[in-house]
């Protein structure tokens, strides 16, 4: 061990000469000056989950090299945000419910990482029933639904664990998985039967490492919602398979008039669920980053230690903003009926716009959608030779027509684009329109010769 003599100079208690032992690289020989594990150079690199983590989204997005037809105004019919074109605002509840929180100078400092538990008593309150009930102990408060959806995943599996989901899909789910060192296997959803899931296979899937199912309905990006005996057979497939699900909710009650909601946690018997909501959606405020886990687990599967670990991971940051948790009482305790109708009634109009436009166009084969805010487009690729794929397609219609919308290959569904429905009424109409023009002139038929007529 190198020992150095340190010099006090100045009139002070110490003694004059203070010998202070230094052990340097565990006492390996001296580093300092030219000694041999002294680093040469620096080398900063990005570790090993940044590099995993990947959001295929941005990637496909970022390398579509293409400018819009500037002769045309832009439509994006992309982005899941009905706070773009400002034509669906809150409801002024919720306003006024921030603005209370706000001016009452109670909630500026530091909530427990779970949340105030005032606040997870009235989340519990809002969605607790017999079938399923609640309390504040079941509720952790979180920054957004897609932190409540990383929470869950990484409470209920391991690296090298694998976890199911759908395809198509909310794309966030493969990047939290591979950021976690976490397998991804896709079941799949079948748009014949509106998107309903293809039950066998998805029970093929599962094996000793399936750390959990993960069940969207509503769905993003299919806009469609499951029937209760659809939901029953997925709960019947997870209560054999021994694997607990985590049920993104976050488009909860978000469906249309002709169709009714069913929470997953209300018919389970047996199938511990974490299921993860929020205010973004329903409440149509993405940009304030109020989410939440409900957990039940009413046999006790989950038991103490997947709450525990929650509860420790939560405490990696300190939960949601302290403003919204002061103002979510009055949210949802006070927000008009008449708003959330008002809101679904918007989207249905919208949905139903869309499309019976898009089943007129040749080459298109849209799925009505029950829900949530968007539509999926089917592409028959075949009639459309000179375009290799959707990401081709869709570069294209941006290209000719200023429409930008997500190619499906952004959800694991390649030869689909999914369309926005939370735009105003007469940019969906003109949206349509401009789809239908570019169909129109790059569609083929079967022979291969121009032909613009068909069956439709």
């Known amino acids: 061990m190198e020992s150095y003599l340190i010099h006090v100079n100045g009139k002070t208690a110490l003694p004059s000469i203070l010998d202070v032992h230094v052990s340097l690289n ?20 990005a570790s ?22 500037h002769q045309k105004p832009l439509i994006s019919l992309s982005i899941g945000d009905p706070t773009v074109f400002g034509n669906l605002p809150t409801d002024d509840e919720v306003i006024q419910a921030m603005k209370e929180a706000l001016d009452s100078g109670q909630y500026n400092g530091y909530a427990p990482s779970v949340g105030y538990l005032s606040c997870r008593e009235v989340v519990a309150g809002y969605y607790t029933c017999p079938e399923a009930p609640l309390e504040a ?21 391991n690296p090298g664990q694998n976890i199911l989901v759908p395809r198509p899909g909310f794309s966030l789910y493969k990047t939290l998985a591979q950021s976690l060192g976490i397998e991804v296997k896709f079941y799949n959803l079948l748009p014949e039967k509106s998107w309903e899931i293809d039950l066998k296979q998805m029970e093929s899937l599962v094996d000793d490492k399936t750390a959990c199912l993960i069940v969207n309905n509503p769905s993003n990006p299919c806009g469609s919602v499951f029937s209760k005996s659809h939901l029953q057979k997925i709960l ?34 047996n199938v511990p669920i974490l299921s993860c909501g929020g205010l973004a959606k329903r409440w149509l405020v993405p940009g304030w980053r109020m989410g939440w886990i409900l957990i039940h687990d009413r046999r006790e599967i989950f038991g103490k230690e997947i ?16 403003v919204v948790q002061g103002a979510l009482s009055r949210i949802l305790r006070q927000t008009s009926p008449e708003f959330y109708h008002n809101t679904l009634s918007f989207l249905k109009s919208n949905a139903d716009l869309c499309y019976d436009a898009l089943s007129t166009v040749c080459g298109l084969q849209p799925v009505r959608p029950s829900g949530a805010m968007y539509l999926m487009v ?9 375009f290799e794929n959707d990401v081709e397609f869709t570069e294209r219609l941006i290209a000719e027509q200023s429409v930008f ?11 689909f684009f999914r369309v926005v429905i939370t735009v ?9 329109r401009r789809i239908q023009q570019f169909c129109e002139r790059h569609y083929e038929s079967g022979e291969g010769s121009q032909d613009l007529e068909c069956d439709k």
């Open 137 to 157: 102990q079941d509720v952790i408060l979180t920054s957004g639904c897609s932190q409540a959806i990383e929470l869950a995943l990484a409470v209920l599996a």
């Open 424 to 432: 105003p009424e007469e940019m969906m109409v003109e949206a349509c």
């Open 307 to 322: 709450r525990d670990g929650l509860l420790r991971l939560s405490q990696r940051i300190l939960g949601p903003c302290t």
């Open 236 to 269: 019947a497939v997870a209560s054999r398979q021994c694997v607990p699900i985590l049920a993104d909710e976050i488009y909860a009650d978000m469906v249309f008039e002709d169709c009714k909601y069913e929470s997953l946690a209300k018919l389970s018997t």
């Open 405 to 415: 919308c997500l190619p499906a290959t952004c959800f694991e569904y390649p030869n």
């Open 378 to 386: 089917g592409i028959q690729m075949e009639h459309f030779p000179e």
């Open 48 to 69: 090993e989950m940044s590099k995993r983590t990947f959001n295929p989204i941005r990637a496909i997005v970022d390398s579509m090299k293409v400018e819009p037809n």
């Open 26 to 45: 565990g006492g390996k020989g001296p580093s300092l000056g030219k000694g041999k594990n002294r680093k040469a150079h620096w080398a900063v690199r």
